[in-house]
């Protein structure tokens, strides 16, 4: 069932994909998964899977969300045992090369929620980056899923 999923999530990336006329089509978002805030918690993080087929580097600068008043990019380091997450200016995918953005790695981190969200419940991103705008559709998952 949940290989069932990630197959359609990136179908629905590959059609966002075309649709958007300033992205780029080597750049393909796959597993993007928000994790369903914990107790009417404001803010949540996620993860994904970026694929850069270019022969750039993918430099991603920013993300928009409509259901969200600030999204900033994170990484997350550990300081004596301690899981600390700090604000990071870009996120860059090597030359055809893949990046996990996890939790326990640079990720997005979404804040500021408006409105709350379902399990199940599909929230499109756009990632702003040097190779255009990037479109991607997340799923909200409960947290421990991986
Ligand atoms: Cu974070």
């Given amino acids: 069932m949940h290989r069932l999923l990630?197959?359609?999530?990136?179908?629905?990336?590959?059609?966002?994909?075309?649709?958007?006329?300033a992205q780029s089509v080597d750049v393909e978002v796959g597993q993007a998964e928000i994790?369903?805030?914990q107790n009417g918690a404001s803010a949540t993080g996620s993860k994904m899977t970026i694929y850069n087929h270019t022969d750039q580097p993918l430099v991603i600068?920013?993300?928009?969300?409509?259901?969200?008043?600030?999204?900033?990019l994170h990484e997350t380091v550990f300081e004596g045992g301690q899981r600390v997450m700090q604000?990071?200016?870009?996120i860059t995918v090597k030359p055809h090369q893949q990046l996990a953005l996890t939790p326990n790695t640079a990720h997005i981190m979404l804040m500021g929620l408006l409105r709350p969200l379902k399990q199940g419940e599909?929230?499109?991103?756009t990632l702003v980056t040097n190779q255009g705008a990037?479109?991607?559709i997340a799923r909200v998952v409960p947290m421990h899923l991986h």
């Fill in 6 to 21: 990630c197959g359609l999530l990136m179908l629905l990336v590959s059609v966002f994909s075309g649709a958007a006329t």
């Fill in 134 to 136: 990037v479109n991607v």
């Fill in 122 to 125: 599909l929230v499109p991103l």
């Fill in 61 to 72: 600068t920013k993300v928009q969300g409509k259901l969200f008043k600030h999204i900033m």
């Fill in 35 to 37: 994790f369903l805030p």
């Fill in 87 to 90: 604000p990071i200016a870009q």
